[in-house]
């Protein structure tokens, strides 16, 4: 059995999240899909999730990135916690 990660979020977080899901309904559906791989595996150890971690974010601003689908949740984890900085939509002209 993997031991279990506590996950908590910031107010930012919790703010970007009130508003995405004023307009995008799904974002609830992902957000607890993120919430069961942080607490298991927020390291990526088992290789089967989308999670990179970021070169040059120092801690506090997100230094791993979990991408499920269009969506993006940045975080932070420290020891057994995982703080949740950042979530957002991945909309088709990002990268343009």
């Avoid at 930012?12 to 919430?35: G, K, M």
């Avoid at 969506?71 to 939509?89: A, P, Q, S, T």
Wanted: charged share 35%.
């Amino acid at each position: 059995m993997t031991p279990s990660f506590a996950v908590r979020t910031t107010s930012r977080f919790d703010r970007l999240l009130t508003s995405l899901a004023r307009r995008h309904r799904e974002v609830t559906e992902r957000y607890a899909e993120a919430l069961d791989i942080l607490h298991t595996d927020p390291y990526n150890r088992s290789r089967r999730h989308h999670i990179k971690k970021l070169e040059g974010n120092p801690q506090g601003e997100g230094q791993y990135r979990l991408s499920l689908g269009r969506w993006r949740f940045r975080y932070d984890i420290h020891g057994r916690e995982v703080v949740l900085h950042y979530c957002g939509l991945r909309r088709e002209d990002t990268y343009r």
